[in-house]
DNA sequence: ATATAATCCATCTATTTAATAGATTATAAG
DNA sequence: CTTATAATCTATTAAATAGATGGATTATAT
């Protein structure tokens, strides 16, 4: 399941995408708007800016706003950064990947091939949605 | 990602459907040959018996074996039963469905499209594979 | 200089995960 | 009917993670 702060963020992220203008929006009002613990929603907002999908502006006029258009920001890099790897296990990850116990002295644990596919068919849906798709 | 626990009953179930015969086996002898704790493996043979999966026998003699065929257990009801939901988000889930704060008022939030697609091609695989299929 | 608003730092509780220790009950076999 | 065996029950514990908040600090527009 995906962690709150992971629906926190495409909260805010979808609210920023629904502005028409890219002007600074206060934290205050996201937190609002899209229901989020405003001191929870300031760390997540870092984080976006971090990896540069938000920017901000200190002061008065200032506040978040996106950094890229909202459809090209996959679903995939928000669960990756807030919620951790996609896969169901670590040795089929693509992003996290480690091996697990039985990966190493052999071909690979029973259950690869199987969560492989379910991280072919995940990723197939949340790599070619956007942040658009959801507003 | 799967827990450990969920992981160490694939291992026990893989251990024991690769049994010839429907003799009990020691929880020793599934700890040792299946890498999984003693300790905490007993409480997962426990919950596996609980759903009727495997059965026991007590005393000499006893230990734990295969009540359903390998074939016949999905891996979809062991994560269900020890990782929790196979959904992403509580208000696209089957099994442990709760309307998120946005579904209640309204058709549904802006995730639970693309969510329920991702539970639909997920369950898809893994309804469909068996113990026996990882083993 | 001042009001504004993001940023930084620190802490905190509850829950979950992973694991272990020891007592108890059921069973087979002599 | 006693003994060894092996599952079952009760309980506790350490560590990690999730979710959240309070208050001080820094940057900016006017």
Redo the contacts between chains.
């Keep these: 399941?995906?962690s709150k702060k992971t629906?926190y963020a495409?909260r805010a992220l979808?609210y920023l995408g629904k502005q028409d203008t890219k002007k600074p929006v206060l934290i205050s009002e996201i937190a609002r708007e899209a229901?989020v613990p405003k001191k929870f929603l300031e760390t997540i907002l870092l984080d976006l800016k971090k990896i540069g999908i938000l920017n901000s502006k200190m002061g008065k006029g200032g506040g978040y706003y996106l950094l890229r258009n909202s459809e090209e920001i996959t679903?995939a890099e928000i669960i990756r950064m807030f919620n951790?790897?996609i896969?169901?296990?670590?040795c089929v990850s693509l992003n996290y990947y480690e091996p697990?116990?039985e990966c190493k002295n052999g071909s690979g644990c029973?259950?690869n091939?199987?969560m492989s596919?379910?991280r072919d068919?995940?990723l197939?849906?949340?790599e070619n949605?956007s942040v658009r798709?959801?507003?």
């Design positions: 399941m995906l629906q495409f979808s229901n679903l951790g790897p896969a169901l296990l670590p697990c116990d029973g259950l091939g199987v596919e379910v068919v995940t197939n849906i949340l949605k798709d959801i507003i």
